[in-house]
């Protein structure tokens, strides 16, 4: 059986990506702020994208880590999200999510959370697919790299519960 062969490395800004979005009463939730579903669906379409520019493929959610909203997001906020692929795996992506709401009037911005979520690339069957090898550009992200595969060494040992 031949060997796949090994495709080239992609740099972590290749997959940059930064969403914005207004917040609008249709976000709000029952206390006058944005539903946090609102803001973790942004974060899951942002990392999706940044993955997809990476793997060059379709991807689907898998996997969320913890998220902790620092700050509440108010309604006429500019929410702008940025993502980039921080760890890949052999057909599994962890993208980084930084979120921050910023008052387009005062222009006063505040960060909100980081989410880290985890896809796989499928090919045109719906089958998993290799993705590149991720390439650090600098100190930071080798380390971010070399955190998302401690990561995903973790969620793979975890067991999986079965109700």
């Known amino acids: 059986m031949d060997e796949p062969a090994v495709l080239p490395g992609k740099r972590v800004s290749e997959s940059r990506l930064v969403l914005a979005q207004l917040m609008q009463p249709v976000h709000a939730n029952n206390h006058g702020n ?14 999706a994208l940044a993955c997809m520019r990476h793997a060059s493929h379709r991807v689907v959610t898998v996997a969320v880590d913890r998220m902790t909203f ?6 006429g906020d500019l929410v702008t999200l940025t993502a980039e692929v921080s760890y890949v795996g052999r057909t599994s992506l962890e993208a980084e999510v930084l979120v921050s709401a910023e008052n387009p009037i005062t222009g006063e911005c505040v960060y909100t959370n980081t989410g880290y979520l985890v896809y796989v690339a499928l090919d045109e069957e719906g089958q998993p697919v290799s993705v590149p090898p991720l390439i650090p550009e600098n100190e930071e992200q080798r380390q971010r790299m070399e955190a998302g595969k401690a990561r995903q060494a973790y969620r793979l040992s975890q067991p999986i519960r079965r109700m």
């Open 34 to 47: 944005v539903h946090g579903g609102e803001i973790m669906r942004l974060m899951d379409e942002a990392g």
């Open 70 to 75: 620092r700050q509440p997001i108010h309604l």
